[in-house]
């Protein structure tokens, strides 16, 4: 069921979709965007539910015939954009999926709405087809585009389009629904919830990801015993990293967890916000060893590496690089 109260955070996206429905100011375009598993589709739908709810309530009743159709997923005006290729979103889908149907009024209610999930594959012909729709739409139709990479988009489609940018959750709100809901501990809860970035959806990733485990267990391996590690030993380090590639922002996003942890501890003494409490002891030795300078620079030289790697600089090198510094550092 679709709820206000079942969102963790979003507080900026909830107001608005309340204001809007109760006031009826409803634009025929928006733009939902933010990281994967930020809750982009919930929240559309959580719009979607609340604009086509018969009730007209601020918060969907879940009651009416409107919300068990759209729960039962056959709302007849709620529309979700497909895509025959994998890939991208072509100028055939979206002809066929909203151009050929935009003109027939609803079957029910006020609204008409469309929601395309990762906009951002839309060949140019598709947005340009898009775009037509979006100059003179009909007064019932509500498109909501949702991505997670909104530069893709074109700057007359953008134009045209309420931009609702979906933020990061705080950390505590994250742990809290970790532990209410996931059954775990709080310290466990409070990890993931820093590894995951403000993003609720990838902590829950985290939880139940066996490959996850594992990069968290090579990553604290390292970060442990770099002072007793030779050349030899690093070099294999970052073969092991390589092993997870598909998955290295996790594997640095755990060093600056970690990273964090020691200044914290550094500049609080307050174990109480150590994350990696179990290892408590090396932490508060690298704490008194290194400098706040030196901290800083191994999480800048993380972050730096974060960037290279995204832009397709050399992922051995970088790794190596990054290691070596931490070694020459830490060790």
Wanted: a negative charge; charged letters at 25%; aromatic letters at 8%.
């Amino acid at each position: 069921m679709n709820s206000f109260k079942d969102v963790i955070g979003h507080d900026d996206i909830l107001n608005y979709i309340r204001i809007a429905s109760k006031s009826q100011t409803v634009s025929h375009a928006y733009i939902m965007y933010g990281e994967k598993g930020s809750g982009k589709k919930m929240l559309a739908n959580l719009f979607a539910n609340t604009l086509l709810c018969e009730k007209g309530l601020e918060d969907p009743c879940n009651d009416c015939g409107a919300c068990k159709q759209i729960e039962a997923g056959t709302h007849p005006d709620l529309i979700y954009v497909t895509h025959e290729k994998e890939a991208s979103i072509g100028v055939e889908d979206i002809r066929r999926q909203i151009g050929d149907t935009v003109d027939i009024r609803p079957y029910q209610g006020k609204y008409k709405i469309y929601i395309m999930d990762n906009a951002q594959i839309m060949t140019t012909e598709a947005q340009n087809a898009l775009l037509k729709i979006l100059e003179e739409p009909p007064s019932y139709v509500v498109i909501m585009l949702l991505t997670d990479n909104v530069d893709a988009l074109l700057s007359t489609i953008t134009s045209r389009c309420v931009m609702l940018r979906i933020h990061q959750i705080r950390e505590e709100l994250i742990a809290s629904y970790l532990v209410a809901n996931e059954g775990i501990d709080e310290e466990y809860a409070k990890a993931l919830a820093a590894f995951s970035r403000g993003n609720i959806g990838r902590a829950k990733d985290y939880l139940h990801n066996e490959d996850y485990k594992a990069v968290v267990t090579s990553a604290l391996s390292f970060l442990t015993n770099i002072g007793e590690m030779s050349t030899s030993d690093l070099i294999n380090r970052v073969k092991e990293a390589l092993k997870y590639k598909v998955t290295i922002n996790e594997y640095l996003d755990i060093m600056l967890v970690w990273f964090r942890d020691i200044l914290l501890y550094k500049a609080t003494y307050d174990v109480r916000k150590v994350i990696f409490v179990d290892r408590l002891k090396t932490i508060k030795d690298l704490a008194m060893r290194c400098s706040y300078e030196d901290i800083q620079y191994i999480i800048d030289r993380i972050r730096e590496s974060k960037k290279r790697i995204s832009a397709n600089v050399n992922f051995e090198l970088t790794i190596e690089l990054l290691f070596t510094v931490i070694k020459e550092i830490c060790g």
